[in-house]
């Protein structure tokens, strides 16, 4: 059936379904039922994803290949093909991204129910819009196509976030995403721009050539691989630029599930990994990107600590986490930032799922102070909730503890401090999904009667992808099951191994490695424990000292206000009401003036006298005679 | 004529050209002023004539027929300006039907 070229076939498919059901339902809007259009967006993903996998299978079989489309650039010397790569590292992002992204669709179906058909069609089509350009995005075989695809998501991002544009505020939030992310994205373009100088190509297979890679100078390594770090940063919203991801949730919240937690913020972490050829030959590239994934993760989780709204929390936890995948990165554990990216699209789109199943029992309320004792209302969502929750604490033998447990290992070989910070940040963790948890779920209900009246479970379309992303929380890990607990384990490392060469560096004992497993499991349950302990009946009572600075988020969007935002505001101002009024309105209103006056002067000479005139050509003759005669020599 | 410099020549042209253009320019009649650019008119005219014999009286030896076309153009002129005189001396007599006057100051209403 797939004689001809069938993986340029397949690849085409992956891509166009969703390209096919964006325009479908765009266009379609205001003529398709509701019901319709979400079947229209659920059956193109799923068919998507059918084929993605059918894909995983061939890569698997007989690895990867680039496959020429067509020429996208071709000037001078530059070529720059539209190709697609598809190799094992892709494969595993094009399942996430389909396979995640499917039970996203579906559950959104019965969560915008009420939005109106335009609209619904409106939400729907930019979905389909952002997995088709995530598709593009992991699957580009050069910078430059991954490049398109990571604007495509930075817009469709944007116009999820903005989603109910009628809030002002929401519209804000949706431009400071774009802003930052058009920060980061103009570091990607400078060290893209850099690579052209330098290699004249982008393409990933030429660029990571051993030859090529000798080409370049340190310099020049450790500059194109910060700034794509910083490209990465803005995506994946690390510091300084992770302000716009808790922004970022005035999006509808599987919005938030799809884009703002398992596909589009690990776009950074994808392009790292990607690019680890580059990143390995830099030694300083890579300890700026471990220190500032473990500093985000500390950070982040510090203020998930002390905030109040249910997706808040789950923001700042996801900007922790995508810490974490940094920090394995940059120890150069790059198939346990991978793993990470994988379990942590599981975990983190079942939390924020069923905080949106939450948000829908409780008729939109977000603020978990007025949750509690929850836990018998939402049968389902409670327990697919507590899964979620043990997996990112990191419990084995839920997913979460194994991709974790890799990155601290990689860490604790890298440097015993490193490995002592993030451990401590994966207690954070622990404390602060509990405390989200039992503070949602356990207790009394704290909010209004009518409220409580309202509570119910969701429809089975919410509660279906809930269940299905549960299990997967639950059993994801046991693809990377580690060496030391099961015979050929490290499975993903080895799948990964044609894209990401194992490190062959020292490593630590079987003990060392088991009594760490044990020391983190140990230390995760006391936090739980401590957490149940203070948050079982919780009462609400106003923060003050450090807790209000956490609660603040250390004032870090106050700072920028400040330091950033007021001063160019300033600029601005001034040169809108100051330079512009009276320099460059004056320059041209100055040249306007100058010709009128000029021309009001000479008017006076057509005196209609035709004496005056001839008088005049005489004279301009005469003067032109002197000219040419005496003066020109 | 032979015999005669074309410096003589020079002088007498310049002299009616001189005085055509102070003709034009300090006189208001519109025929004096007509009159007077024909006078600039053929002060070139002797001009061209006076040169085109000089030159062949030079080259005279070598090409039997230089400098006859500086003679044969003065022809043209005349033919030219015979016809600008017809057309000139229509507009001044229509100016006078229609202003019992031939005072150029008295024609500067298109500046309005």
Same mark, same amino acid.
């Given at each position: 059936?797939?004689?001809?070229?069938?993986?340029?076939?397949?690849?085409?498919?992956?891509?166009?379904?969703?390209?096919?059901?964006? &325009?479908?339902?765009?266009?379609?809007?205001?003529?398709?039922?509701?019901?319709?259009?979400?079947?229209?967006?659920?059956?193109?993903?799923?068919?998507?994803?059918?084929?993605?996998?059918?894909?995983?299978?061939?890569?698997?079989?007989?690895?990867?290949?680039?496959?020429?489309?067509?020429?996208?650039?071709?000037?001078?010397?530059?070529?720059?093909?539209?190709?697609?790569?598809?190799?094992?590292?892709?494969?595993?992002?094009?399942?996430?991204? !389909?396979?995640?992204?499917?039970?996203?669709?579906?559950?959104?179906?019965?969560?915008?129910?009420?939005?109106?058909?335009?609209?619904?069609?409106?939400?729907?089509?930019?979905?389909?819009?952002?997995?088709?350009?995530?598709?593009?995005?992991?699957?580009?075989?050069?910078?430059?196509?991954?490049?398109?695809?990571?604007?495509?998501?930075?817009?469709?991002?944007?116009?999820?976030?903005?989603?109910?544009?009628?809030?002002?505020?929401?519209?804000?939030?949706?431009?400071?995403?774009?802003?930052?992310?058009?920060?980061?994205?103009?570091?990607?373009?400078?060290?893209?721009?850099?690579?052209?100088?330098?290699?004249? !190509?982008?393409?990933?297979?030429?660029?990571?050539?051993?030859?090529?890679?000798?080409?370049?100078?340190?310099?020049?390594?450790?500059?194109? !691989?910060?700034?794509?770090?910083?490209?990465?940063?803005?995506?994946?919203?690390?510091?300084?630029?992770?302000?716009?991801?808790?922004?970022?949730?005035?999006?509808?919240?599987?919005?938030?599930?799809?884009?703002?937690?398992?596909?589009?913020?690990?776009?950074?972490?994808?392009?790292?990994?990607?690019?680890?050829?580059?990143?390995?030959?830099?030694?300083?590239?890579?300890?700026?990107?471990?220190?500032?994934?473990?500093?985000?993760?500390?950070?982040?989780?510090?203020?998930? $600590?002390?905030?109040?709204?249910?997706?808040?929390?789950?923001?700042?936890?996801?900007?922790?986490?995508?810490?974490?995948?940094?920090?394995? &990165?940059?120890?150069?554990?790059?198939?346990?930032?991978?793993?990470?990216?994988?379990?942590?699209?599981?975990?983190?789109?079942?939390?924020?799922?069923?905080?949106?199943?939450?948000?829908?029992?409780?008729?939109?309320?977000?603020?978990?102070?007025?949750?509690?004792?929850?836990?018998?209302?939402?049968?389902?969502?409670?327990?697919?909730?507590?899964?979620?929750?043990?997996?990112?604490?990191?419990?084995?033998?839920?997913?979460?503890?194994?991709?974790?447990?890799?990155?601290? &290992?990689?860490?604790?070989?890298?440097?015993?401090? &490193?490995?002592?910070?993030?451990?401590?940040?994966?207690?954070?963790?622990?404390?602060?999904?509990?405390?989200?948890?039992?503070?949602?779920?356990?207790?009394?209900?704290?909010?209004?009667?009518?409220?409580?009246?309202?509570l119910h479970e969701s429809p089975p379309r919410m509660t279906v992808p809930l269940i299905i992303l549960a299990i997967?929380?639950?059993?994801?890990?046991?693809?990377?099951?580690?060496?030391?607990?099961?015979?050929?384990?490290?499975?993903?490392?080895?799948?990964?191994?044609?894209?990401?060469?194992?490190?062959?560096?020292? !490593?630590?004992?079987?003990?060392?490695?088991?009594?760490?497993?044990?020391?983190?499991?140990?230390?995760?349950?006391?936090?739980?424990?401590?957490?149940?302990?203070?948050?079982?009946?919780?009462?609400?009572?106003?923060?003050?000292?450090?807790?209000?600075? $956490?609660?603040?988020?250390?004032?870090?969007?106050?700072?920028?206000?400040?330091?950033?935002?007021?001063?160019?505001?300033?600029?601005?101002?001034?040169?809108?009401?100051?330079?512009?009024?009276?320099?460059?309105?004056?320059?041209?209103?100055?040249?306007?003036?100058?010709?009128?006056?000029?021309?009001?002067?000479?008017?006076?000479?057509?005196?209609?006298?035709?004496?005056?005139?001839?008088?005049?050509?005489?004279?301009?003759?005469?003067?032109?005679?002197?000219?040419?005669?005496?003066?020109?020599? | 004529?032979?015999?005669?410099?074309? @410096?003589?020549?020079?002088?007498?042209?310049?002299?009616?050209?001189?005085?055509?253009?102070?003709?034009?320019?300090?006189?208001?009649?519109?025929?004096?002023?007509?009159?007077?650019?024909?006078?600039?008119?053929?002060?070139?005219?002797?001009?061209?004539?006076?040169?085109?014999?000089?030159?062949?009286?030079? @080259?005279?030896?070598?090409?039997?027929?230089?400098?006859?076309?500086?003679?044969?153009?003065?022809?043209?002129?005349?033919?030219?300006?015979?016809?600008?005189?017809?057309?000139?001396?229509?507009?001044?007599?229509?100016?006078?039907?229609?202003?019992?006057?031939?005072?150029?100051?008295?024609?500067?209403r298109l500046k309005h």
């Amino acid at each position: 059936m797939f004689h001809i070229d069938s993986m340029k076939l397949l690849l085409g498919f992956i891509v166009l379904w969703p390209l096919a059901g964006f &325009l479908i339902n765009g266009l379609g809007r205001k003529y398709r039922s509701k019901k319709a259009i979400a079947s229209y967006a659920c059956s193109l993903i799923f068919a998507s994803f059918v084929v993605s996998v059918f894909a995983f299978f061939k890569v698997n079989s007989n690895g990867g290949e680039v496959i020429h489309y067509f020429d996208f650039i071709r000037v001078g010397s530059l070529h720059i093909p539209f190709e697609f790569q598809v190799d094992q590292l892709t494969c595993i992002f094009l399942l996430i991204i !389909t396979g995640v992204g499917l039970l996203i669709h579906v559950y959104s179906a019965a969560y915008m129910k009420e939005e109106s058909q335009e609209h619904y069609g409106r939400y729907f089509s930019f979905l389909n819009l952002f997995i088709f350009f995530m598709l593009i995005l992991v699957l580009g075989a050069n910078y430059v196509i991954m490049f398109i695809g990571w604007e495509g998501v930075g817009l469709c991002s944007y116009l999820l976030i903005g989603y109910w544009f009628k809030n002002n505020e929401y519209n804000k939030a949706a431009n400071k995403a774009f802003i930052m992310n058009r920060i980061g994205d103009l570091a990607f373009l400078i060290a893209l721009f850099w690579l052209v100088n330098k290699l004249g !190509t982008v393409s990933f297979s030429e660029v990571f050539q051993a030859q090529n890679l000798q080409r370049l100078s340190s310099g020049d390594i450790t500059i194109i !691989t910060l700034l794509l770090f910083v490209g990465a940063a803005g995506k994946s919203a690390q510091i300084p630029l992770y302000t716009w991801l808790p922004d970022a949730m005035a999006g509808p919240t599987p919005v938030s599930a799809l884009i703002h937690a398992a596909t589009m913020v690990t776009a950074g972490i994808y392009m790292v990994a990607r690019s680890n050829a580059l990143y390995s030959l830099s030694s300083l590239s890579m300890n700026v990107v471990a220190i500032t994934g473990l500093a985000t993760a500390i950070l982040a989780a510090t203020i998930a $600590l002390k905030q109040n709204d249910i997706k808040k929390v789950l923001a700042y936890s996801t900007v922790s986490q995508l810490g974490y995948m940094f920090l394995a &990165l940059g120890v150069g554990a790059y198939s346990a930032g991978v793993f990470h990216v994988m379990t942590h699209a599981f975990f983190k789109a079942l939390l924020f799922l069923a905080a949106g199943s939450v948000i829908h029992a409780m008729g939109g309320e977000q603020d978990i102070r007025n949750m509690g004792g929850l836990s018998k209302k939402i049968r389902i969502t409670f327990i697919t909730f507590l899964v979620g929750c043990i997996a990112i604490s990191g419990i084995p033998p839920f997913s979460g503890f194994f991709s974790k447990d890799a990155i601290l &290992l990689a860490a604790f070989e890298h440097n015993k401090i &490193l490995y002592a910070v993030a451990l401590f940040g994966a207690l954070l963790t622990a404390y602060y999904m509990f405390r989200l948890f039992f503070l949602t779920f356990s207790g009394s209900f704290r909010g209004k009667p009518e409220q409580e009246q309202h509570l119910h479970e969701s429809p089975p379309r919410m509660t279906v992808p809930l269940i299905i992303l549960a299990i997967l929380s639950l059993v994801g890990g046991f693809v990377g099951i580690p060496a030391v607990l099961m015979n050929g384990g490290d499975r993903l490392s080895a799948f990964l191994s044609p894209v990401i060469p194992i490190q062959t560096g020292e !490593t630590v004992s079987h003990s060392t490695e088991l009594a760490l497993m044990g020391i983190s499991t140990l230390a995760v349950i006391i936090t739980i424990v401590i957490a149940w302990l203070n948050f079982r009946h919780y009462r609400m009572k106003e923060e003050k000292g450090f807790g209000k600075i $956490l609660e603040n988020k250390w004032y870090v969007d106050e700072l920028y206000e400040q330091v950033i935002v007021r001063p160019i505001a300033w600029m601005g101002n001034f040169f809108s009401s100051i330079f512009e009024r009276s320099v460059v309105d004056g320059m041209v209103n100055g040249v306007g003036r100058a010709v009128q006056y000029g021309s009001r002067q000479l008017r006076l000479l057509q005196s209609g006298q035709v004496g005056s005139y001839v008088l005049l050509m005489v004279v301009s003759i005469l003067v032109i005679f002197i000219i040419q005669f005496f003066l020109r020599k | 004529m032979g015999a005669m410099p074309v @410096n003589y020549y020079i002088f007498l042209s310049l002299a009616l050209f001189c005085i055509g253009i102070v003709g034009v320019l300090t006189r208001r009649n519109a025929i004096i002023i007509f009159m007077c650019i024909e006078l600039m008119l053929n002060a070139v005219n002797l001009l061209l004539v006076a040169f085109s014999k000089m030159h062949h009286l030079k @080259n005279m030896a070598v090409d039997a027929t230089a400098g006859t076309d500086g003679q044969l153009f003065v022809f043209f002129i005349m033919v030219v300006a015979a016809a600008e005189v017809s057309v000139g001396l229509a507009i001044i007599v229509m100016m006078y039907r229609n202003t019992h006057s031939v005072d150029v100051n008295f024609l500067n209403r298109l500046k309005h």
